[in-house]
């Protein structure tokens, strides 16, 4: 079926690193605008990253630029979101999202069920 | 930054009506979205382009746009329609994408 599946997700120090995953299976995954939305513990949603379909665009929110790398390999269907010196504020359920074409902008069709980030020491 | 305005909660009595607003300075320009989480599951779209429903979506979910504001209406209000609702869209260029503050909408 169409489902998106995180991985990658844990306890990290720090300063350390940590590279998330995402599975795409059930439609074209290298059709898709695909994006890493991320929720702190009894916090709201934040918008991280987007890339294109084909890699050739990508953005980042503020608060992760220079600090996260968002990738993708249309042959293996998965999103990835390298995460390096990691902070407590970085502390989040991380999202996978596909992207629809909403003209003007972006939004948000599928997501998948997220993955637990936790940076303590 | 860009900044989308939602209020902290709403209450509402089953059967009635609910409405939530969300300002921001781009809406003018910049499609709205709107999402329904609830707790300890991942957001559910239910209103796309200010007013589209998508499939799925009981008609009793619907959205406006006037101005820098947006509105989801809950109309005949059921307890299943408890959680929390976010706004979403983009700054004015459309590249960086921005999340309401959310609502949380409480069926009494």
């Known amino acids: 079926q169409v489902q998106l599946v995180e991985s990658g997700g844990g306890l990290v120090k720090p300063g350390g690193s940590l590279r998330l995953s995402c599975a795409a299976s059930?439609?074209?995954?290298?059709?898709?605008?695909m994006s890493w939305i991320r929720q702190a513990p009894g916090k709201g949603l934040e918008w991280v990253s987007y890339?294109?379909?084909?890699?050739?665009?990508?953005y980042y929110a503020d608060s992760v630029k220079g600090r996260f790398t968002i990738s993708r390999d249309n042959a293996k269907n998965s999103l990835y979101l390298q995460m390096n010196s990691l902070r407590a504020e970085d502390t989040a359920v991380y999202y996978c999202?596909?992207?629809?074409?909403?003209?003007?902008?972006?939004?948000?069709?599928?997501w998948g069920r997220g993955t637990l980030v936790t940076v303590s020491s | 930054s860009y900044e989308l305005t939602q209020p902290p909660s709403v209450s509402v009595s089953p059967g009635q009506t609910a409405r939530i607003t969300c300002s921001g300075d781009?809406?003018?320009?910049?499609?709205a979205y709107w999402y329904q989480q609830k707790p300890g599951q991942a957001p559910v779209l239910v209103i796309y382009?200010?007013?589209e429903r998508p499939s799925g979506i009981p008609e009793r979910f619907s959205g406006s746009s006037s101005g820098t504001t947006v509105t989801l209406t809950i109309s005949g209000v059921q307890a299943e329609d408890e959680a929390d609702y976010y706004c979403?869209?983009?700054?004015?260029?459309?590249?960086?994408?921005?999340f309401g503050t959310g609502t949380k909408v409480t069926v009494l």
């Open positions: 999202a596909r992207g629809q074409d909403g003209d003007t902008n972006w939004y948000f069709d599928l």
């Open positions: 059930g439609f074209t995954f290298s059709d898709y605008y």
């Open positions: 890339i294109s379909s084909s890699g050739s665009t990508i």
């Open positions: 781009a809406l003018p320009k910049q499609y």
């Open positions: 382009k200010d007013s």
């Open positions: 979403q869209s983009a700054d004015s260029s459309g590249t960086y994408h921005v």
